[in-house]
């Protein structure tokens, strides 16, 4: 039998580190790391009138009190203020872009059963909130919650894909497509061929985040700026969203788990990729790179001598991380997908509150409803006046 516990307070991320970071060893991303989830909550939760950030986190336990699982939630309120409110339950990293997978930090071969006992407990405290957007669940959790919470509704499923590395650069080379392996010999050429040559720096320490972000935030946003290309939103527009990185990047690399990937060419920096080191698979965050040497596919040979790299290293897996483009499907890795689903209180006040909160969000592209639905958004979301969003 498994037991819920109850967590509401700041006091939380000290009281449950040690035991986080021993579920998180076993994840493949950062995402689920303590220091992901401390630093989220220090610089991205909401006290606003318009809108309150509560913390409402739960342990999953079994009958000897070993914790199995982790669910980092918190319990939004728009307003904040006055009965009339929206209670929305949600697991930190609740921003557009930033937080690309969200769920339990679960003991590894326990996640099924951990959910299944958190959407226990929310069936049972339905009066304490109205509405929730639950993450990371798969088909047979999802399958649960549908009976757990009738009127469980699956908003999207959040693709990923990993690579399965081998223990040599040749051996994996050999071993990619044909598309790819020509369009590796095509970058070198194209620079040779213009006197130039290709030089990746890996950044790992503390005091190399700054200089390496400083980098980071100038060819991500110059990427988002791409005409006639994929488009690539830049998700570091607002100010605090880059706090946040800088603070989360210093956070992993005083634990050596930071990898920062920049690429030079003629001493110039024209491409940057991040890396975050979990276990044995690397995870390839956010990269931008210098239109200009566009024609050189930089991007390209960044992500390729990472990979070489993380070969080099020992891991064992690359993590490419989410959303369908052929930047990705390309190397042909594992693809894996996640259900996200969308859940209204049992309770007859989170009924009614779940249609009025979701029919406002269906029409929040009318002029009469886009303003009080953006003084209620996130400010993870909010443009500075002298940028335009990609």
Same mark, same amino acid.
């Given at each position: 039998m498994l037991f819920v516990r109850k967590f509401e307070s700041s006091s939380a991320f000290a009281q449950l580190e040690p035991v986080w970071r021993s579920l998180e060893a076993a994840s493949s991303v950062p995402f689920a790391t303590w220091d992901w989830a401390s630093v989220w909550w220090s610089l991205l939760r909401e006290q =606003? @009138?318009?809108?309150?950030?509560?913390?409402?986190i739960r342990t999953v336990e079994d009958s000897s009190g070993a914790t199995l699982a982790i669910a980092p939630l918190m319990l939004t309120r728009r307003p904040s203020l006055g009965p009339l409110c929206v209670r929305q339950l949600q697991f930190l990293g609740a921003d557009p872009n930033l937080t690309e997978l969200r769920g339990l930090v679960a003991a590894p071969g326990r996640e099924r059963e951990a959910y299944q006992a958190l959407l226990e407990h929310l069936a049972q405290c339905a009066?304490?909130?109205?509405? %929730? &957007?639950l993450s990371g669940l798969d088909d047979e959790s999802f399958a649960f919650a549908l009976r757990a919470l009738p009127g469980s509704q699956l908003l999207r499923q959040v693709p990923s894909y990993q690579l399965e590395l081998a223990s040599t650069w040749a051996e994996f080379k050999a071993g990619l497509p044909r598309n790819i392996k020509e369009s590796l010999r095509k970058c070198h050429n194209s620079l040779r061929r213009d006197g130039l040559s290709a030089a990746l720096e890996v950044l790992t320490r503390v005091d190399e985040v700054g200089a390496g972000l400083d980098d980071f935030f100038?060819? #991500? %946003?110059? =990427?988002?700026? %791409?005409?006639? &290309?994929?488009? #690539?939103?830049?998700?570091?527009?607002?100010?605090?969203?880059?706090? +946040?990185?800088?603070? @989360?990047?210093? #956070? +992993?690399?005083?634990?050596?788990?930071?990898?920062? +990937?920049?690429?030079? @060419?003629?001493?110039? @920096?024209?491409?940057v990729r991040i890396g975050f080191a979990m276990g044995d698979c690397l995870y390839f965050y956010y990269s931008g790179y210098d239109l200009a040497f566009a024609k050189y596919s930089v991007m390209t040979t960044a992500l390729a001598g990472a990979l070489e790299y993380a070969i080099q290293e020992g891991f064992t897996r690359a993590h490419l991380a989410t959303g369908t483009d052929v930047s990705k499907t390309r190397w042909r890795p594992i693809e894996t997908r996640l259900n996200e689903v969308n859940v209204a209180s049992p309770s007859a006040r989170g009924q009614a509150v779940h249609r009025l909160f979701h029919g406002l969000k269906n029409a929040a592209h009318r002029p009469l409803f886009a303003l009080p639905m953006r003084l209620l958004g996130r400010r993870s979301t909010w443009t500075p006046k002298t940028e335009v969003a990609g």
């Amino acid at each position: 039998m498994l037991f819920v516990r109850k967590f509401e307070s700041s006091s939380a991320f000290a009281q449950l580190e040690p035991v986080w970071r021993s579920l998180e060893a076993a994840s493949s991303v950062p995402f689920a790391t303590w220091d992901w989830a401390s630093v989220w909550w220090s610089l991205l939760r909401e006290q =606003r @009138v318009s809108t309150t950030d509560s913390l409402w986190i739960r342990t999953v336990e079994d009958s000897s009190g070993a914790t199995l699982a982790i669910a980092p939630l918190m319990l939004t309120r728009r307003p904040s203020l006055g009965p009339l409110c929206v209670r929305q339950l949600q697991f930190l990293g609740a921003d557009p872009n930033l937080t690309e997978l969200r769920g339990l930090v679960a003991a590894p071969g326990r996640e099924r059963e951990a959910y299944q006992a958190l959407l226990e407990h929310l069936a049972q405290c339905a009066d304490e909130w109205d509405t %929730a &957007m639950l993450s990371g669940l798969d088909d047979e959790s999802f399958a649960f919650a549908l009976r757990a919470l009738p009127g469980s509704q699956l908003l999207r499923q959040v693709p990923s894909y990993q690579l399965e590395l081998a223990s040599t650069w040749a051996e994996f080379k050999a071993g990619l497509p044909r598309n790819i392996k020509e369009s590796l010999r095509k970058c070198h050429n194209s620079l040779r061929r213009d006197g130039l040559s290709a030089a990746l720096e890996v950044l790992t320490r503390v005091d190399e985040v700054g200089a390496g972000l400083d980098d980071f935030f100038r060819l #991500h %946003a110059e =990427r988002s700026r %791409a005409a006639g &290309m994929v488009e #690539h939103p830049n998700a570091f527009h607002a100010a605090v969203n880059q706090s +946040f990185l800088r603070e @989360v990047c210093e #956070h +992993f690399a005083a634990r050596d788990k930071l990898r920062l +990937f920049r690429l030079r @060419v003629g001493g110039r @920096v024209v491409a940057v990729r991040i890396g975050f080191a979990m276990g044995d698979c690397l995870y390839f965050y956010y990269s931008g790179y210098d239109l200009a040497f566009a024609k050189y596919s930089v991007m390209t040979t960044a992500l390729a001598g990472a990979l070489e790299y993380a070969i080099q290293e020992g891991f064992t897996r690359a993590h490419l991380a989410t959303g369908t483009d052929v930047s990705k499907t390309r190397w042909r890795p594992i693809e894996t997908r996640l259900n996200e689903v969308n859940v209204a209180s049992p309770s007859a006040r989170g009924q009614a509150v779940h249609r009025l909160f979701h029919g406002l969000k269906n029409a929040a592209h009318r002029p009469l409803f886009a303003l009080p639905m953006r003084l209620l958004g996130r400010r993870s979301t909010w443009t500075p006046k002298t940028e335009v969003a990609g």
